[in-house]
């Protein structure tokens, strides 16, 4: 999928591009840009119940946490 999305115009470099990835790290940031206004932010997947419990099975929780300060505000 990345050789796909480098070969799009305008996409950088395959060696830029493989220095921006993390490396593996336990969690995916999420990056969002607008003009000079970035955030960035990290996800958390919670579920709750038991296989058993058909109400609680079905419940997920993904929440979002600034990743570094300029986010937190």
């Known amino acids: 999928m990345l050789k ?6 305008g996409a950088p470099a395959a060696a830029a ?5 993390p490396a593996n790290e336990p969690l995916m940031t999420v ?3 607008k003009g000079k206004v970035r955030h960035s932010y990290f ?15 079905e419940l997920r929780l993904k ?3 600034p ?3 300029a986010s937190a505000v």
């Open 4 to 9: 796909e999305l480098l070969a799009y115009p």
């Open 17 to 21: 591009a493989e220095a921006a990835l």
């Open 31 to 33: 990056h969002m840009a």
């Open 43 to 57: 996800g958390m997947l919670t579920t709750f119940g038991t296989p058993q419990d058909v109400l609680l099975e």
């Open 63 to 65: 929440l979002f946490y």
């Open 67 to 69: 990743a570094d300060e």
